[in-house]
Structure formats: structure tokens, C-alpha cells
């Protein structure tokens, strides 16, 4: 009895000394990580705003530690010039938490999602984490309004579409939308305030809204008339406008 107890005991310090072991080869592993594999943010119209991306290391040190940070181009489809990232952060002496201020602005920004795929640069003795993305969009506060177009008799030959300042569509009808013979239509329309847009009109026949009988389009945002016309403008007629 007292021999297994003895082999009991040797046992257990052996393991001991292994999880002992374990754990100094943890906490001495050199890592560094990203907080989040994906943030999301908006910036208003015109404006430019600071992005903060925390970054973890799972050491700490007496002293301030660089560590290099570069874009993704491969992942990253965000509008060009509408972003400025430092080449590096930083992480203060004895903390083991560091912020990237990334600066966003509302330049080239269209409709859609902005992604922004940062990295670690590759250091020898240095285990890296994932990536990360940040989600960013021109912020955006909705104004209506209507379309209204009396068709000309030939209703199929009538198309539109709306395109923002970058040229994604935003609203559109294809021909063969509305009927011949179909007298007129009220489209409701929502746009973003602040922005820059261009309507088209077009009559695939070339001859406008002019027969059998003259028709007409009005395109009225927020109580305010931007686009107008009608008669023969031919196969196409465009009006850039603004939705201050």
C-alpha cells in the first residue's frame, strides 16, 4: 500500500512539472492579434472621421513595442482615396493592448459597402492572427420624392434610371416597364440627401415622348422640382442635380 502510494505521488509531481512547463510556453509565445475580424462603420456627407482598430499582444514589455500594418489590396475594394492607414502601431510599455487610428472620408464614396482589409506585417519570432475588414458606407439621411412621366402612347419605348455621383444605379426601369397605351406613372423615389445624382430618360424609338402626342417627365425631391422636360428629345436626354 505504501509502494502505490509512493508511485501516486511521484506521479502526480511529474505532471506537475509538464503543466508547469506547458504554461511557460504559453504565456512566452510572441502574438499579436486584431479585437475583431470585422467592423462596421458609416462617415457623413463630406466629412472625414478616426477609426480606432485594437490590437492584442499576448505579451507585455518594459518598452514601447512597433509593429508593422499594412492593406490587404487583394481583399480590399474600398474607394480609393477615401482612406489613410499608419504604417505601424504601437504598443505602450507594459500594456499588452495598442489602437490603429484609421482615418475614413467621404471622398469617391457611392452607394454600396466600402471593405478595407488590414495585415500584420510578417516579423521573424512573431506569431500573427487573422485579418481584419472594416465595413464602411457614405452615412446617409433619406429625402422622397416622386417621378411622374405622361407617356407619349408608346409607353413600352421608355426607360430611366438614376445614377449616384460614382455612376451605381440607384433606381431604374427597363423598357417594356410600362404598357403602350398606358396613359402615365407615379414612381415614389428615395435618395440620399447631400449627394449628387443624374437622371436619363430614355425613348428607344428616338423620337422622345412626342407621339402620338406630346408627353412629359417630372422629377420633384423633397417638394423641389429637379429634372423636367418631354416632346421629342430624341433617343435619350440627362439632368445632373443635387439633393441639398
Avoid: H
Avoid at 66 to 85: P, Q
Avoid at 161 to 185: C, F, I, M, N, P
Avoid at 212 to 235: C, E
Amino acid at each position: 500500500m505504501k509502494k502505490i502510494s509512493k508511485y501516486l505521488a511521484i506521479l502526480f509531481i511529474a505532471l506537475s512539472f509538464s503543466n508547469c512547463e506547458d504554461n511557460i510556453e504559453t504565456s512566452d509565445l510572441n502574438y499579436i492579434n486584431f479585437g475583431k475580424a470585422l467592423y462596421s462603420t458609416g462617415v457623413d456627407v463630406g466629412a472625414t472621421t478616426t477609426f480606432d482598430v485594437f490590437v492584442y499582444t499576448s505579451t507585455t514589455s518594459n518598452s514601447d513595442r512597433t509593429f508593422g500594418v499594412s492593406i490587404d489590396e487583394d481583399a480590399t475594394n474600398a474607394a480609393a482615396g477615401s482612406y489613410s492607414v499608419p504604417t505601424s502601431v504601437t504598443i505602450p510599455a507594459n500594456s499588452n493592448e495598442g489602437v490603429l487610428s484609421v482615418q475614413l472620408s467621404d471622398v469617391n464614396l457611392g452607394i454600396g459597402v466600402n471593405k478595407l482589409a488590414l495585415k500584420f506585417d510578417a516579423t521573424e519570432g512573431l506569431f500573427i492572427g487573422g485579418e481584419t475588414a472594416i465595413n464602411y458606407i457614405q452615412n446617409c439621411n433619406e429625402v422622397t420624392g416622386t417621378l411622374d412621366i405622361v407617356f407619349d402612347g408608346y409607353g413600352s419605348e421608355t426607360s430611366w434610371e438614376l445614377l449616384d455621383s460614382e455612376g451605381g444605379v440607384v433606381a431604374s426601369a427597363d423598357k417594356g416597364t410600362y404598357a403602350d397605351g398606358q396613359a402615365s406613372a407615379s414612381i415614389p423615389v428615395t435618395l440620399c440627401g447631400g449627394r449628387t445624382f443624374t437622371f436619363t430618360i430614355y425613348d428607344v424609338y428616338g423620337d422622345g415622348l412626342s407621339y402620338p402626342a406630346d408627353g412629359t417627365y417630372t422629377l420633384t425631391i423633397g417638394g423641389t422640382v429637379k429634372a423636367s422636360g418631354g416632346g421629342d428629345f430624341g433617343s435619350s436626354e440627362s439632368t445632373n442635380f443635387d439633393t441639398n
